[in-house]
């Protein structure tokens, strides 16, 4: 079964009634009988027709899931259980089918729910319209303005633990398809006495105990703040904290919703300094002193706290010092100052801190307006909702409940007259038969407030703008005159005899009879509020501030700006804005939720019959309930019903061509619709039944799906239609363009042919006619030859007979020579014979005297005896030679120099021989216990030695220490992170060098990076690369003779890189820097670049040459270098 055919509707397992229309009998008992039922069932809506009844149920329901949503999501008001989502789906709807305005209303006295049904509308309103990250960033956007404008704007009253102090009307704004453009929020009357003094039970704003409760340490110590709530005494120490709110929770909440809605950092810490300033002034103390006048003065008791305040607002303390001392009056051209006793400076105190919170709220509604409005001027449909403060009445009811009262009466008002009075006129002007049904009318309550000659806020207004001395009880006295005969208005001063003996009524009060009940007011502080006074010393101290959001608050402190004229008072600005906030709501179709408190303990499951009673009363819920039950559910003009449904009808369908009641009309009786289910008025058609309207757009919706069927159909047609005759027409074009293509083609193939033939034919005659040629030439050049050849013959046979007769003359010469070195021959053969004869008569006799000593001698040695001596002489001296030398060979080490001293001059050559060997060998067995690593570091050693050593002084520091590249390990530091992933090739060196500013010499640190192929400069901090240099464009190295760090890398000219000149650094790791630089260079192209180790070279800055020459100095930095540049053409380094 389909999802839609399980959901629950209006009338299955109702428990009660769900719609009050429907209650039978309907008496007021059986309607606060069936409210209570449903509400012990946790049924906490209830209709009357479209208006929602909203029992607060004082604990969390499960009742608002995101399923809940989409079960409520396009269905009829009816279809379902009472639902709040019911009525905010049928407004949202009907704003973007019908194109109407809506706005919905939540009225109820205060703790009945009414910022709870707000948020539920706004919430549901977000889930059902489109999607999109433009359209979600919106909604969240005017979600999250609620956390905000509560904070800032709600506080913990008797009644309720998050009472809205302030009213609020938010326009969300639509476009054509339904999604959320922007929105506007509206606020009227913060209650900011609540800033300086709170009533027994109640708490002051949210904000003040989320920032202390939330806040971090660091932000509160910022602030100037502690954490303790008793230590201010603006904070209600009695109700400071409160079960089931958690102000840290809250305050976390606050600061993310801020977020969202666009407030930057700075922002929100001018907001959270504003907040802390207004805290802190509540500490400040004031002491009376006497001047020597007489005059009285009040002083400031402890000063630190004023310190802080000016701290934090950025104000000079002598000027806020001054403004809580005195008063300056202006009157035409005479400026007067006075001095202000300890009461007046309490009163500019608290008058400072009201001010300052109350223009800090209005600055942070605008702030949200600014974020959340609308950036395209295309037409917007508008949904107004209105959560605004409920009914109030207190033990103490002063200006504030007075003027929330009077709101809720023009609310009331506007009740009245939309549902009550407008409905049964309009069945009286539309000529429907109808039973008038008696309510009772407000507008005499309206008229005694907001008369603008004889109402009470304009008696106000007149006391306070009159000369003279003004106080509360000559206001008093004046609404004992002109309203004594009201017969809502009751005084204990009254001229009327009725109240004399009322000893409930005090004589500084007066009552007035309101819709909701008799509410007793106290005229202490009606004035003073109504004129809403800050001295104007002290709008100017604020102007004077060095805070940004502080001095906006306060533009007529600006002196350029300055004006006499009185500003309006409170009540004449909030009777304008209800005034346009009603005309407002009169141009949208309104949507109601009455909201009702069950009982005044603020617990659930308990409803309190005589208090619910009391709210059906002052609501006129009976007389809505009368008139919806014997009226009718639905009316509309004649032209927009026909206009919506004359689809259903075949003789209205598509065009009705006489009048749109006969029209509707002959619709209806085709439908057979009974006719007691609707009556046709003069303009209108009134349909009784809901059900009958669902029926017709149930109707209306399948007749939509089979109009959208045949257009699908005709269209699809008109496409296939323009295709097949498209298709044609380029089938035609395509032949014609073919035909045209290979007609052409054959031609170009025929004229080529033509072509070749005729080159063929006139190469054969030029060639044969080349032949021709060719040949009588030949003829002609033979007999040259032949005479040639014959010549030739003749010359070659002259010269054989030439060189014939030179050869026999020349063969006498060698013949002479040839004997010439035959006898010289033999004569040297026979001088050697004899000089051989001559040698060996000699030999002959030495080896006789030989063997004549031999024979003598030969008795005395045995033969050989001497040889094998000496040998085994010689062996045994070798032998003792080697163990020696075994035991006393040096250590392994490279770099041992000792050697056995040689025993015997003989071995003189075997001992330095071996000697060679033994070091070539221990050398030999400690290379091998080298790592690649290692190898190449040495190498390293070995190349820095012979391009440094006995050349830059530096280069003995750097021995000892080993090159270990990577000193930043760029790969296992977060820090550079971004850095190592922009490398792409193994990084060899990776250091902090100061890189030498070419303009002034001045050093910055940089990274310096060292790979393959190039060599890169980063910033310290950021890691952004600065420069990328290839090491192909480096043409040589330049390093001074001194201690010193500095080197220049000289770059190609034209190069890239070279744009802006060399580079200058300095580092400790010179050597090791310049050596891997070397190294990378040579293994890349083969060549070695050139080392210039000289006091004095030459750079290459921009377009100049500069000099950079080294002297000796005293040093401020240590060893580094000191860099100065002289002028443009000379740079002075100074080192140690």
């Not at 110590?221 to 209600?236: A, C, M, T, V």
């Not at 309490?346 to 942070?364: E, G, I, M, S, V």
């Not at 949507?591 to 069950?598: L, Q």
Request: glycine share 4%.
């Amino acid at each position: 079964m389909a999802k839609s055919e399980v959901k629950t509707s209006l009338l299955d397992n109702m428990i009660g009634v769900g719609d009050s229309v429907l209650l039978e009998p309907l008496t007021e008992d059986t309607f606060l009988e069936n409210l209570k039922k449903r509400f012990d069932h946790c049924e906490i809506y209830t209709y009357i027709g479209d208006v929602v009844i909203s029992v607060n149920p004082y604990r969390p329901l499960p009742i608002y899931t995101p399923a809940k949503v989409e079960e409520y999501r396009n269905r009829n008001f009816y279809e379902l259980s009472p639902h709040i989502y019911a009525l905010a789906d049928e407004a949202y709807r009907s704003l973007r089918d019908q194109d109407k305005d809506q706005c919905i209303l939540i009225t109820g006295e205060s703790g009945a729910g009414k910022t709870e049904a707000s948020k539920l509308v706004m919430s549901y309103v977000a889930a059902v319209c489109g999607k999109g990250a433009e359209v979600n960033q919106v909604k969240e956007q005017l979600l999250q303005s609620n956390p905000v404008l509560e904070a800032f704007g709600n506080a913990k009253t008797v009644r309720n633990d998050n009472s809205s102090r302030f009213g609020k009307y938010m326009d969300i704004e639509f476009d054509f398809k339904g999604d959320p453009l922007g929105g506007v929020i509206s606020n009227y009357l913060l209650e900011k006495s609540r800033v300086c003094k709170q009533p027994r039970g109640e708490r002051n704003f949210h904000i003040f105990y989320q920032l202390l409760s939330g806040g971090s340490d660091d932000l509160l110590k910022q602030l100037k703040l502690e954490r303790d709530f008793n230590h201010y005494n603006y904070l209600g120490q009695e109700s400071a904290e409160v079960n089931g709110i958690d102000d840290a929770a809250n305050f976390r909440t606050v600061k993310n919703a801020m977020q969202i809605v666009g407030f930057m950092d700075d922002e929100a810490e001018s907001v959270l300094a504003v907040v802390a300033a207004v805290l802190k002034l509540g500490n400040i103390e004031f002491k009376p002193e006497s001047r020597v006048n007489g005059m009285d003065e009040s002083r400031i008791q402890d000063k630190n706290g004023l310190k802080e305040i000016c701290e934090l607002l950025g104000q000079d303390q002598a000027v806020l010092e001054r403004a809580f001392s005195f008063r300056t009056v202006e009157a035409k051209q005479e400026k007067v100052s006075t001095t202000l006793n300890v009461a007046q400076a309490y009163y500019a105190r608290d008058a400072l801190a009201k001010n300052l919170y109350n223009r800090l709220f209005t600055w942070l509604v605008n702030r949200i307006n600014g974020s959340i409005k609308a950036q395209t001027k295309v037409r917007k449909k508008v949904m107004g909702v209105l959560d605004i403060y409920g009914f109030e009445i207190f033990e103490n009811n002063s200006f504030e409940q007075f003027i929330i009262n009077y709101c809720n009466e023009k609310l009331q008002q506007i009740f009245i007259e939309l549902t009550l009075k407008e409905e049964q006129e309009e069945y009286i002007k539309e000529g429907i038969e109808w039973t008038h049904i008696e309510y009772f009318n407000n507008a005499i309550i309206c008229e005694l407030i907001e008369n603008n000659t004889n109402g009470i806020l304009a008696m106000l207004d007149e006391e306070c703008l009159r000369p003279g001395t003004v106080s509360d009880e000559t206001f008093l006295e004046k609404l004992n005159q002109v309203c004594a005969v009201h017969e809502r208005f009751e005084s204990r001063m009254s001229k009327s005899s009725r109240f004399l003996n009322d000893t409930s009524l005090p004589h500084n009060c007066f009552r007035i009879q309101h819709y909701a009940g008799k509410v007793m007011y106290h005229v202490a502080g009606f004035v003073d509020k109504n004129n809403d006074l800050l001295y104007r010393d002290l709008s100017q101290a604020m102007w004077k501030t060095n805070h940004s959001l502080v001095k906006s608050l306060f533009p007529e402190g600006n002196p350029a700006k300055m004006s006499l004229k009185r500003p309006p008072t409170a009540g004449s600005q909030f009777r304008a804005s209800v005034a346009t906030l009603m005309k407002n709501l009169l141009t949208k179709n309104p949507n109601y939720i009455r909201c009702i408190k069950p009982n005044d303990q603020k617990a659930p499951l308990i409803f309190s019959e005589a208090l619910v009673r009391h709210q059906i009363n002052y609501l006129g819920l009976m007389e809505n309930v009368y008139v919806r039950r014997a009226g009718y559910a639905f009316k509309q003009p004649y032209d927009p019903c026909l206009e919506r449904y004359k689809m259903l009808c075949s003789q209205t369908w598509p065009h009705w061509r006489h009048g749109a009641r006969d029209g509707v009309e002959v619709l209806l009786t085709e439908l057979r619709i009974p006719s007691e289910e609707f009556s046709y008025g003069r303009s209108k058609i009134f349909i009784r039944n809901p059900r009958t309207l669902f029926k017709l757009e149930d109707q209306r919706k399948h007749r939509l799906q089979y109009l959208a069927t045949l257009i699908q159909k005709i269209y699809r047609g008109w496409k296939c239609r323009t295709n097949f005759l498209l298709m044609k027409k380029s089938q035609i074009i395509i032949s014609a363009w073919t035909k045209r293509y290979f007609q052409q083609k054959k031609y170009l193939r025929l004229k080529m042919v033509t072509l070749r033939i005729q080159s063929y034919i006139r190469g054969w005659k030029a060639r044969k006619l080349l032949r021709e040629l060719k040949h009588q030439k030949r003829c002609v050049e033979s007999v040259t030859t032949i005479a040639a050849y014959w010549r030739g013959t003749q010359a070659r046979k002259d010269l054989r007979q030439l060189k014939e007769a030179a050869r026999h003359k020349n063969a006498i010469a060698v013949i002479w020579a040839y004997w010439l070195g035959y006898e010289a021959r033999r004569e040297l053969k026979r001088l050697k014979e004899e000089a051989r004869r001559k040698h060996a008569v000699a030999v002959i006799w030495a080896y006789w005297l030989g063997l004549k000593v031999r024979r003598e001698y030969r008795k005395f040695f045995r033969a050989n005896a001497g040889r094998k001596i000496y040998e085994f002489t010689i062996q045994r001296i070798m032998q003792k030679y080697f163990l020696d030398l075994r035991n006393k060979l040096p250590p392994l080490s490279p770099t041992e120099r000792s050697w056995p001293v040689r025993p015997y001059l003989f071995l003189d050559g075997t001992h330095t021989q071996l000697r060679r060997i033994f070091h070539l060998w221990r050398c030999k067995k400690y290379r091998d216990q080298f790592t690649d690593q290692k190898r190449t570091t040495y190498e390293e050693k070995l190349e820095a030695s012979e391009l440094f050593k006995d050349k830059k002084a530096l280069y003995t520091n750097s021995v000892q220490q080993p090159f270990q590249g990577d000193y930043l390990e760029i790969s296992k530091n977060p820090k550079y992170q971004k850095l190592n992933g922009a490398v792409e090739e193994k990084i060899l060196l990776a250091d902090v060098v100061n890189k030498i500013n070419r303009a002034n010499g001045k050093g910055a640190p940089r990274i310096f990076l060292l790979t393959k192929s190039n060599f890169i400069i980063a910033d310290q901090k950021s890691g952004q690369i600065k420069s990328n240099i290839p090491v192909m464009d480096i043409t040589s190295v330049s390093v001074s003779k001194q201690t010193d760090g500095l080197f220049a890398v000289h770059l190609k000219e034209g190069s890239t890189a070279a744009s802006k000149g060399d580079f200058l650094f300095t580092s400790d790791r010179l050597i090791e820097i310049i050596t891997k630089l070397y190294r990378i260079i040579f293994s890349k192209t083969n060549q070695k670049i050139a080392v210039e180790i000289t006091n004095e070279f030459l750079v290459q800055f921009n377009q100049d040459k500069v000099c950079v020459k080294f002297i000796q100095g005293a040093q401020k930095n240590g060893n580094l270098p000191a860099c100065k540049r002289k002028n443009n053409r000379l740079l002075e380094v100074t080192v140690p």
